[in-house]
């Protein structure tokens, strides 16, 4: 039978128990990858469950430096018994199955079409270890050991991954090592190493660095200045609270005193962590929560609050699938709509839109300082892919000059000397934003009530029909001044070169990058944009006048981002072909490349169609 | 609108420590209801603040939604104030604090705000030990929307609207004793004698300072019938025991009978005097006053009087180990590890 080769691009999924310790092995794979120059891309599929049920790590390794989720599955290691006939299923045709062989395998999970790899991985770690917990834990280590003969992970690279992880245990390095050993031996006893599908050092991942968004965000917060984190446990936004707390009892703490420069509250449900964030903001300091959906949903009162009463609020949505309780583990890019216009009345919010954990140390920073700046509620709109799967991003940086912008706040002597009456709600530089007074500053000056009930410039109550009119212009004037301060959107074509575009954000970014790159190769050109933020600056709105047609590919089933763009920009709905995937799953360049080309149908060329309708076969050598 | 409030002060009115006079710590013309208990309370709150020396910029005053919620408008308007959204005082005052410790923090609720919709912050600011002092301004109904009963009125007790109400009545004191509050009190608007003393405790306390106060609504639950009504609270009030504030450096000059009072010392130096205490109650064991609070329940009375105060339990700052210099006074340097320690973080994740 024929096999599949291919260096340094296919795609491994690992099917696992969940609580079997197989999260940590797999790390190893793909970071022992990583380290060998190649670029990679881990995905965590995994179940609402803390033990027992199925769960999935998949990774593409990708020369070219792919990032994207990539559909078909080159080699399967199976050590889950429950999952096994969905999993032999999804090997692709002259693919290989790796697994555990202790018990003989059903003959009616044998396929012909693709290759079985049995490793006793059970059986071995029964013989070779006494104690029940390391009999399961090193199982996983065995299948690493043998991947590292089939497909040719340098083992010193392993080695080194222990060493670190298990730094001062020396037993545990020495258990992992023997337990890698017998599988890299049983491998090269049985089969013929390397197979078809093997990797190769390569020097083409730079100083990039591996992390999870969420890693990324809790650090841009403690980088910012953020000294109250509020927050109520959700998936799959729990990491990055952890992170920020992590990283905080590092950079945080008082040498000399031990005490603490932040202050972390676990709060009863999200209402309240956003309260607590509003409240802290309210009083000066610079304050965030992290949530998903549900949370979002809950904390769309107090976001109203903070929008009219105008308090600068930092929240960062970890999207998962929704609606309701969804898919509480899988990926969406479904909270669009709801975080632009959360909560009654005429509200919109400032977003921000990161796709690499770069992006979501970055944006978490300015986060604080537009918050600050526009006082206003500001979310950065993240996702489960990218929050809880080890991204590779380009390195953190941080400018050592860089200030925080605190925004228009009166000092006590701004205020001794100031000759005029104080109005916190007065438009006294012409650009929407009015200057804010911190609880404390003075005696007898600068001190208003906040509320959320209709005031005057002076936060007087009022029920007078101007007044209101006056302030809600007001804050659409504020709004205006915001497109200056977000991120621009950025281009991919140094001039625009095509009557066709693609529009995407956050997460879609590179599988619609390798997608442009599939079309091109068809013939298919397109410019292409990614918007970082909304509001929706002037070039977003340049780029969509300028094209024909647009592609708006995005991760929810109602085509959210082009609602929005739609509904902001009065664009003809007819000019923006939606380009979706709701699965929960990480949306693949195919996906995007087939309903493209499926809406480009009648436009193209013969020669283009034909190539459609027989692509060129994929390598492969007969045995 | 309760009353028309005369602009002419005498030149020699009384002025406080700090050199100012009551007038200073006033707020806006009040909006409700002639007669309505809230008022007395504001009143309150401006006496005991005056008589206490406050700085009124140093101190917020936080409250939710409703008639009592209202009130921070009518007191300290050198003060901020922040008029949240309905239940949720809690929260907001609990970050509030924690970005500044140095602020004294009043919190002002109602029935509805704190009982129902509230109920889950309210609790949990007191698992905290938030520093606050957490007025209710409790009467029973929700005056704002016309006299619905609330979670505080008794089984039983007829409203306005004459239907007698169903269901059992929450204890805001009980239920704060057992949520290990630091602080628990009952009071009265139409008692000033005992109010101001507590408000004054309350706010000297380190920690959840809970101050339920019955506060008749004239409208809507002031009729024959009403168990939050004026008459109905001054026939069956039972004081614990009168309630003086002795402030920090000054000479306690009244007699109390030995045997029969408890002199606590506050953290500030300034001490509650208690006196003429009911036998077998100790309000410094909350054994105790769970007891006595029950008893007075089973037996129809209005308990009022401090009931339990706890001053060594560490508040939210103490709990979260925090600097001492306030959280919003921290900048860059104290703040941003720099992008050296960024580089190290970098090189864990390669």
Not at chain 1, 252 to 270: H, L, M, S
Not at chain 1, 593 to 616: D, F, M, S, W
Request: proline share 6%.
């Amino acid at each position: 039978m024929p096999h599949l080769t291919a260096i340094n691009d296919f795609v491994v999924r690992f099917a696992n128990v969940n609580g079997t310790g197989s999260a940590s092995a797999n790390d190893m794979f793909a970071k022992a990858i990583f380290r060998m120059g190649i670029p990679v891309s881990p995905k965590n599929i995994f179940p609402s469950n803390i033990q027992g049920l199925p769960t999935w790590y998949e990774v593409r390794i990708s020369e070219k430096g792919y990032l994207g989720r990539r559909e078909g599955i080159d080699i399967m290691v199976c050590v889950n018994p429950q999952s096994m006939p969905k999993d032999i299923a999804s090997v692709k045709p002259k693919g290989y199955f790796i697994y555990d062989n202790t018990k003989e395998l059903h003959k009616e999970f044998l396929r012909d079409d693709i290759h079985y790899i049995g490793v006793p991985m059970t059986q071995m770690c029964m013989d070779k270890f006494a104690d029940p917990r390391q009999r399961q834990l090193l199982k996983n280590m065995v299948y690493v050991g043998a991947l590292a003969a089939l497909i040719d992970i340098e083992v010193p690279v392993l080695q080194e991954i222990i060493n670190l992880k298990f730094k001062g245990k020396e037993k545990l390095v020495a258990a992992n090592y023997e337990a890698m050993d017998m599988g890299y031996q049983y491998a090269k006893e049985h089969f013929k190493c390397p197979l078809g599908l093997r990797l190769e050092r390569r020097d083409n991942v730079g100083n990039w660095i591996m992390l999870d968004g969420n890693t990324a965000c809790g650090l841009g917060a403690v980088y910012a200045g953020a000294t109250v984190l509020a927050w109520y446990p959700i998936t799959p936004s729990t990491s990055l609270a952890d992170a920020f707390g992590k990283y905080a009892k590092k950079l945080r703490v008082d040498p000399e005193t031990g005490q603490n420069k932040f202050a972390i509250v676990q709060a009863e449900d999200e209402l309240a962590a956003i309260g607590v964030v509003i409240g802290a903001n309210w009083n000066g300091a610079r304050s965030f929560t992290a949530t998903s959906g549900p949370g979002v949903s809950l904390m769309n009162e107090f976001l109203g609050l903070a929008y009219f009463a105008e308090i600068p609020t930092v929240l960062i949505d970890v999207q998962r699938g929704g609606p309701s309780t969804g898919m509480p583990t899988r990926t969406q890019q479904s909270d669009i709509l709801l975080a632009a216009y959360a909560s009654h009345g005429d509200t919109k919010h400032v977003l921000l839109f990161p796709s690499t954990p770069k992006e979501c140390f970055d944006f978490t920073a300015d986060a604080f300082d537009l918050a600050e700046r526009l006082q206003t509620p500001v979310l950065v709109m993240t996702d489960l892919d990218l929050g809880m799967n080890e991204n590779m991003s380009p390195p953190l940086h941080w400018d050592d000059n860089r200030a925080y912008d605190r925004g228009k706040v009166l000092t006590a002597d701004a205020l001794e000397n100031m000759a005029e009456r104080y109005g916190r709600y007065l438009d006294v530089d012409g650009d929407g934003i009015p200057w804010r007074t911190i609880p404390g500053t003075h005696p007898t000056k600068g001190s208003f009530f906040t509320r959320g009930t209709s005031r005057d410039e002076y936060a007087a109550y009022t029920e007078e029909g101007p007044a209101y009119v006056r302030n809600m212009d007001r804050l659409v004037k504020k709004w205006e001044t915001a497109k200056e301060y977000v991120p621009g959107p950025e281009f991919y074509q140094k001039k625009n070169q095509n009557a066709f575009g693609v529009i995407f954000f956050g997460t879609t970014t590179y599988a619609a990058l390798e997608a442009q790159e599939l079309l091109a190769e068809q013939g298919i050109t397109l410019d292409a944009m990614r918007v970082k933020a909304f509001p929706f600056n002037d070039e977003v709105n340049k780029f969509i006048k300028k094209h024909e047609r647009l592609y708006v590919v995005e991760q929810n089933r109602d085509a959210q981002f082009r609602t929005l763009l739609i509904n902001e920009l009065e664009v003809n709905p007819a000019k923006l072909v939606p380009i979706l995937n709701y699965d929960g799953f990480p949306i693949t360049a195919e996906t995007i490349r087939q309903q493209i080309y499926k809406n480009l149908l009648g436009k193209l060329t013969p020669a283009i169609v034909e190539h459609e309708a027989a692509p060129p076969s994929e390598s492969e050598v007969e045995e | 609108m309760t009353f028309v409030r005369p602009t002419f002060r005498h030149p020699e009115s009384p002025k406080n420590a700090l050199g100012y006079t009551k007038k200073f710590y006033e707020g806006a013309l009040s909006t409700l209801c002639a007669g309505c208990g809230h008022d007395s309370v504001s009143g309150a709150i401006i006496q005991a603040c005056f008589e206490m020396a406050i700085e009124p910029h140093k101190v917020a005053k936080l409250s939710g939604i409703g008639c009592s919620s209202k009130t921070p408008t009518y007191f300290l308007a050198n003060s901020h104030g922040f008029n949240s959204v309905h239940g949720r005082m809690p929260s907001v005052a609990t970050g509030a604090n924690l970005a500044n410790r140095d602020l004294l923090y009043l919190g002002v609720s109602g029935d509805g705000d704190s009982a129902s919709i509230g109920m889950g912050q309210f609790v949990h600011a007191i698992r905290r030990n938030l520093n606050v002092t957490y007025i209710i301004m409790n009467n029973g109904c929700y005056g704002l929307t016309k006299g619905q009963d609330s979670a505080t009125a008794d089984v039983g007790s007829v409203s306005k609207a004459g239907v007698p109400n169903m269901y059992a009545a929450i204890d805001m004191a009980g239920l704060a004793l057992e949520l290990g509050a630091t602080f628990v009190a009952r009071s009265f608007s139409g008692d000033k004698e005992q109010l101001i003393p507590l408000i004054k405790a309350g706010m000297s306390h380190p920690g959840f300072a809970l101050i339920d106060v019955i506060s008749p609504c004239v409208t809507f639950n002031n009729n024959p019938g009403s168990t939050k009504s004026y008459d109905y609270t001054r026939e069956h009030i039972e004081t614990t025991g009168a309630v003086d504030f002795v402030p920090l450096m000054t000479e306690i000059t009244t007699q109390y009978d030995a045997g029969n009072s408890v002199t606590v010392p506050l953290h500030d130096g300034s001490v509650i005097q208690l006196s003429k205490l009911a036998k077998d109650w100790n309000p410094l064991d909350r054994h105790s006053a769970m007891n006595r609070l029950y008893e007075a329940k089973t037996t129809g009375e209005v308990l009022t009087g401090l009931i339990f105060i706890d001053t060594h339990t560490p508040d939210l700052h103490g709990i979260l180990k925090t600097v001492d210099k306030p959280l919003n006074q921290l900048t860059e340097s104290d703040l941003c590890p720099g992008n050296e320690a960024l580089e190290k973080i970098n090189a864990g994740f390669r």
